[in-house]
């Protein structure tokens, strides 16, 4: 688990994946400034209501964050059903997608990977996408990629 701490395997797939937001200033910032942000979150916290707050906030958020992260890396590889012929094992998983807010609808990902929905059918629950909806009718979020009408 240490090669979370000082080694990305992907790290030079980074531009490719993210063209559309990599010069953003604000994902700019929080990528330079991720533990300095965590600190001071800490410190917040901890004046609010001591160490209890810190261990809840702080360091169960992010262990349980890089989990659901993972169930979708490898969850959605294992279980679940295939929705599309994506060339590879992934599926689409409900329970991933419930802890992962839609992520786990994974098959649909593979399929579409420029679609910001990825709960397709009318069953599979995304919330992800239901906040991009919203971010959208607000007028917060433009340009945004679905997959086109079969």
């Not at 262990?63 to 993972?70: A, L, N, R, S």
């Not at 239901?130 to 009718?137: A, K, P, S």
Request: glycine share 6%; aromatic share 18%; charged share 15%.
């Amino acid at each position: 688990m240490s090669w979370m701490l000082h080694e990305v395997p992907a790290k030079q797939e980074v531009a490719r994946y993210t063209k559309d937001i990599a010069n953003d200033p604000v994902y700019q910032f929080l990528e330079k400034y991720f533990l300095p942000i965590q600190i001071v979150f800490a410190a917040i916290l901890y004046l609010i209501g001591g160490w209890s707050f810190v261990v809840w906030g702080v360091f169960l958020r992010l262990v349980v964050v890089y989990h659901c992260t993972w169930f979708v890396n490898s969850a959605t590889h294992k279980f679940g059903y295939r929705t599309y012929e994506s060339g590879d094992r992934s599926t689409n998983c409900w329970w991933v997608a419930l802890l992962t807010y839609g992520e786990g609808w994974h098959n649909n990902h593979h399929a579409f990977q420029y679609s910001a929905r990825h709960g397709l059918k009318w069953w599979e629950i995304d919330m992800t996408w239901m906040t991009i909806r919203f971010l959208q009718l607000i007028g917060l979020a433009t340009k945004v990629k679905l997959v086109e009408a079969e």
